[in-house]
C-alpha cells in the first residue's frame, strides 16, 4: 500500500473510483474480454518526466474495485519526488484484470500527480518567505477532495471545502445585496457560523471598512504589488490577508514580499497538466 505518512486520506476515495470504473467499464471491457480468462501478467508503471507522486491510493482502489487478488508493490509513496524513466510500482495478476483497470488507473495518478507537482512549484518559488499557498473551489468536478489532498501532498494549505465550512463575501454578493452592511447584520451567532469569515475586496480605499466587519481574513483581489503592501502595513496584522488574481511563477516571489499571509491559485487544480505515466507489461515490453 503507498500511502503518505502524515496526510489523511479522502473518505470519498471508494465512491469517486468506482464512480469512475462504471463510466469507463459500464457493461464490460469488450476487448479485454477476448482475453484468455486464466492468463496471467506482469507490468510495472513508469513515469515519463519529472514530477510529485500522488494518487496512490485511488491507483489501487481501481484495482481492488475490479479485481481484489491483483497484487501492487509500490517503490514510492505520495509527496515523493520522481524522475523521468523511473518505474514507480509492479503490478502482477490477472491479465485481462490488468488491462480493464489501467486506463482509469493511471487517470487518477496523472491528475492527482499532476496537481500535487504544479502545487509544489508555487511552494518551492516562495519557499524563502512566510506566505502560504491556498487552493480555491476551481477543481475538477468529483475530484474536489482528492484535489485538495493532492494540494497538501504538494506542500499547499487548503482554503475552504465547499459553500458549506467557510463564509466568504465576494464581490457578486455585494453587487446582489449593493451592500456589504447589509449582509453582516445576517451573519449568525458566533458560535454557529464557520471559523473562516472572510471578505474580498477590490481596492485599497475598501480595506478599512473591511478591516471593521468582523472578518478574520480579507482578500486582496487583483491588487497591484504597491497596493498589497500598503495594505499589509494598514492592517497591521490585524487580519489574515489572502492575494489572489493574475498570479503566476513569475511574480509569486514579488507577491509573497509583500507580506501577505497567503496566496490563492486557481491554476493548480483547474490547469492541471497531467504527468506522463504508463503501463508496460513485463513480458512484451509493450505500452498497454
Known amino acids: 500500500m503507498c500511502a503518505t505518512k502524515f496526510l489523511e486520506l479522502p473518505h470519498d476515495i471508494s465512491d469517486v473510483v468506482r464512480s469512475a470504473v462504471r463510466e469507463d467499464v459500464g457493461d464490460g471491457d469488450a476487448t479485454s474480454c477476448l482475453v484468455d480468462d486464466r492468463a496471467h501478467a506482469a507490468a510495472f508503471v513508469k513515469v515519463r518526466e519529472s514530477a510529485i507522486l500522488c494518487g496512490c491510493a485511488w491507483f489501487n482502489e481501481v484495482f481492488h474495485q475490479i479485481d481484489p487478488s491483483i497484487r501492487i508493490d509500490w517503490l514510492f509513496e505520495d509527496g515523493n519526488e520522481i524522475f523521468a524513466d523511473q518505474i514507480v510500482c509492479r503490478l502482477n495478476g490477472n491479465a485481462r484484470s490488468l488491462l480493464t483497470g489501467e486506463r482509469t488507473a493511471l487517470n487518477f495518478l496523472q491528475t492527482l500527480s499532476g ?8 511552494v518551492q518559488a516562495i519557499a524563502d518567505f512566510k506566505t502560504r499557498i491556498l487552493d ?6 468529483g475530484l474536489r477532495n482528492a484535489q485538495k489532498y493532492s494540494v497538501r501532498v504538494g506542500g499547499g494549505t487548503n482554503h475552504r471545502f465547499g459553500l458549506y465550512d467557510g463564509i466568504l463575501i465576494k464581490e457578486n ?13 445576517n451573519l449568525p451567532d458566533s458560535q454557529l457560523y464557520p471559523s473562516l469569515i472572510e471578505v474580498e475586496i477590490e481596492q485599497l480605499d475598501q480595506l478599512e471598512r473591511a478591516l471593521q466587519s468582523g472578518a478574520n481574513r480579507i482578500m486582496l483581489d487583483n491588487f497591484s504589488v504597491d497596493d498589497m503592501a500598503k495594505a ?20 509569486i516571489p514579488e507577491v509573497a514580499r509583500t507580506g501577505v499571509d497567503y496566496i490563492s491559485l486557481g491554476t493548480i487544480t483547474k490547469n492541471v497538466h497531467a504527468v506522463d505515466f504508463s503501463i508496460l507489461f513485463e513480458e512484451s515490453g509493450g505500452d498497454i
Open 173 to 185: 454578493h455585494q453587487y446582489v445585496t449593493q451592500s456589504l452592511d447589509s449582509i453582516l447584520q
Open 136 to 141: 480555491t473551489r476551481k477543481t475538477i468536478p
Open 115 to 122: 496537481t500535487a507537482t504544479v502545487t509544489n512549484k508555487f
Open 232 to 251: 499589509v502595513k494598514i492592517n497591521a496584522n490585524r487580519v489574515e490577508l489572502e492575494a489572489s488574481g493574475n498570479i503566476d511563477l513569475e511574480n
